[in-house]
Each structure stands twice: as C-alpha cells, then as structure tokens.
C-alpha cells in the first residue's frame, strides 16, 4: 500500500464537543457511535455532570471513544450544578453561557497536550484531525483554529428550520434567536470549514439542496442519526411507566413529552393536564417539572387530575425512556413540542403526533409535518400564543379517535418511518462524511 492509500484508510482523531443541551448532546453520542463502530477515534468532550446523565457507550464501541469531563466554571448566579441548559431557569441561560466560554481554557490545554511533541519531536499520538463544535461554541471553535485543528459546525437542527430563518443577519434587533445567540453562531460559524446537519435529502428533497446557497459553506448531511427503534440496551428502564403501558390495548395510548427543557408554567400544565381529560383517551405522560419552580408533583398538576383519570392515564415525573416508551405496541400518538430529536424518535415508530411548538426549531418542525399530514397542531391564539384545555382535547381526539383523521395520520406518519428507518441511507451518509473530512481542501 502506497502512503496515499494508507493515509485514506487510517483511522482519523475526532473531537465532538457539543452543546450542553441533551438535545445536542444525546445525537452526538450517536454520531459518535457511528464513527466508533468505523474504526475512528472520538474525543467526547463534555463536562463531569453532563457525561455522567448521558446513556453508556456502546461495549464494543468503547476503546474508540474517550470521554473527556472539563470542569464547568463557576459563574456568580448560576445554581450550583447546573451544567446542561435543562438544569437552568430560562432567565439565567446567558449565565449558562457564560460559564460555557469559560471551557475554552481547559479546552485548550486539551489540545496542547492531544497535539504536543514526544521527546523526539514527533506529533503527538492524539493528534486531532478534526473538531465538530456547536452552533454556539465561539471561543471553543477559536482554540481549535487557534492550533490549527479544522472545525465542522454541528447543526443538529432540519434544513427546513435553516430555510426558513436564512443566514442570521446581525442588525436585526429583534431576530428570533436573540442578538447574543446571533453573534455567539456567527463567530462560529467563521471559524468552521464545513457544515453537518442532522438530514439528509431523501427526507428533506426541498430544504437540503438550498442550505450551501443560504450559507456559502460545504454542507454535508449526516443522516437523521435515529436512536434504535426499541432503545439501546444500555440504557436505564423505567419498569413502572412500561409495565403499565405493556397492559394497554395495542394504540389505545397517546405519550405526552416536551423534551428535557421546554418552559411551560404550571398553568399551561394544568390546561394540557385538564385537556386531555377531557380528550377521554388514555395517556402516558412524561411530566418535567418547570425550571425554577419549587413544587410538589402534586402541586404541578390540577387538583384531583390524577384520581379522575386513574386507570386510563399516568403521570411520570421521573426520567422515562423515551425510545423504549415509543417502540411499545400501545402507543398509538406522540404529543410532542416537536424538537428535532422527539421529532426523529416519534417518525421512527410511525407515530402520527399532536404538536405543541412554543419557539425555536420546534415552530418549522411542526409546520413540515403538518405540511406531510402526520398529525395535527394544538391552536393557539394568534396573539399570544396562549393555548387551552379544549384546543389540547379536539387535537388529541383528531389523531387518536376520528377514524378518517386517524387513518390519513397514520398512513403519513408510516411513510416517514419508511426513511427515518433506512439504516443503509444513514450509514451510507456517516459514510460520505467521513470521505469529506478525509479530502477536504480549501
């Protein structure tokens, strides 16, 4: 084998430093995975609370990836432990940010000594190819540029949510991301060769072949990254939620989660609570308490909820499995806020959803799948964005219990499974990436 073709096959060094969000953190564990189960080495970086929430590492994957636990900064304000964005009350996120930009240090030192010479003035064993940072890693991407280390800009969003918000324009005052996040992806996004999304044109054939005009950068889809279907194996169960649900008749469920961080108020919680009494249908629900708001589980809910619908619905305030609970036969509808990872994981059981988008991505999300007909939006008033009880009912029974709505639904919602399902589409996607990090020349 000549020195080109031995360069094309060895193993690369890469470093996946997400955001701090279980939303980014969870798909670039598989993204590491899938680049582990290729032979490739991974630096996982996070820090020590984040890494010990995540699920374990594959065993047979595990010698490739390394974890690696920075130490999250102290920043006045900011509640002790918070680490993940979901620990953190909407008001002090900028904190959070903060104490982000203070990893760059440690990252650093990371680098010196992944890349330092040996004694005999050769390259470190650890030499890193590339890093994959997050949309709102500034300064983590400036310490990689800054040892010549090439950056690939993780966007674990749809190419739908790209189209519609474009390049973020840092004159708009009032852009919907906020003029800090603004900056924080534009001084990213400078640094970074190329763009990753968590897509892929046999799901997105609209948005994906406009993302590299919209930003003028190579972008190169992953895949949709899905979790498998039934969950890993590794992960913790929930014996109470799926025991109860396991006695369910088959569709006769419908699961209600917003993922780890959406800030709903104990009065929307009472309305969704009260609205789907009122829907009659029977429900798993995975109750996060709000950020900031100390209460009992009892206190969360509408007085006497769960003794009117004893025997029909549960209440889980513990951590659940999300991907197990979807993989179950009686699951017959996903309430979701439609965050792109709930999103894949629903579409990946062939779940028709009830949507309930409160900002960011999750607004386009939703409007793509109602768009393919895979379920319903909950209204909400124009004005506020105000929802209720009744308008939680009528969207949980037009996916669960009208019969021609629940039929089209479901017919979509299959269709969709059909491609987030396809392991040769995605494999062949973490193939192609590979190839574009390996021949990458500006």
Request: charged share 25%; glycine share 8%.
């Amino acid at each position: 084998m000549d020195a080109a073709a031995a360069a094309d096959s060895s193993p690369l060094h890469i470093v996946i430093f997400p955001w701090l969000a279980f939303g980014h953190m969870l798909p670039c564990l598989e993204l590491a995975e899938r680049l582990a189960a290729r032979g490739h080495h991974v630096s996982f970086v996070s820090t020590p609370r984040n890494i010990s929430r995540l699920r374990p590492v594959a065993p047979a994957l595990a010698k490739f990836i390394d974890l690696v636990a920075l130490p999250f900064p102290r920043v006045e304000g900011l509640p002790e432990g918070a680490e993940a964005t979901s620990d953190v009350p909407p008001e002090k996120l900028e904190l959070h940010r903060e104490a982000l930009d203070g990893l760059a240090a440690p990252f650093s030192a990371f680098l010196d000594a992944a890349c330092a010479d040996d004694d005999n003035g050769k390259k470190g064993n650890n030499k890193m190819d590339w890093v994959i940072v997050d949309s709102f890693h500034r300064w983590i991407a400036e310490v990689a540029h800054e040892h010549k280390v090439p950056c690939v800009l993780n966007m674990p969003y749809s190419a739908t949510t790209s189209v519609l918000y474009g390049m973020p324009d840092p004159t708009v005052v009032d852009h919907p991301l906020g003029a800090s996040v603004v900056q924080r992806f534009l001084q990213t996004f400078d640094k970074c060769k190329i763009l990753a999304y968590r897509s892929c044109l046999e799901f997105e054939p609209e948005s994906m072949p406009l993302l590299p005009n919209i930003f003028n950068k190579p972008v190169i889809p992953l895949g949709l990254l899905p979790p498998p279907a039934g969950g890993h194996k590794q992960e913790r169960e929930s014996p109470a939620a799926l025991t109860w649900l396991d006695a369910q008749p088959p569709k006769s469920v419908v699961y209600v989660a917003f993922g780890s961080e959406l800030p709903l108020t104990v009065e929307q919680l009472h309305e969704i609570a009260l609205g789907l009494e009122l829907a009659g249908t029977r429900f798993l629900w995975a109750l996060r308490k709000p950020n900031g708001v100390v209460l009992d589980d009892a206190d969360v809910l509408p007085p006497g909820f769960e003794a009117r619908t004893r025997g029909r619905g549960l209440v889980a305030t513990g951590w659940v499995p999300q991907t197990s609970i979807l993989a179950r036969a009686a699951v017959g509808a996903f309430m979701t806020h439609c965050g792109w990872s709930s999103t894949i994981e629903g579409l990946r059981c062939g779940h028709p959803m009830v949507m309930l988008p409160v900002y960011g991505d999750q607004w386009p999300n939703a409007r793509m799948m109602e768009a393919r007909k895979v379920g319903v939006k909950v209204p909400k008033d124009e004005n506020d964005g105000a929802f209720d009880r009744g308008g939680i009912a009528r969207a949980v029974r037009a996916v669960m219990c009208e019969e021609e709505g629940k039929r089209v639904f479901a017919e979509n919602a299959k269709k969709m499974q059909d491609v987030v399902g396809d392991s040769k589409c995605h494999e062949r996607h973490i193939d192609e990436f590979v190839q574009c990090l390996r021949t990458y020349k500006e």
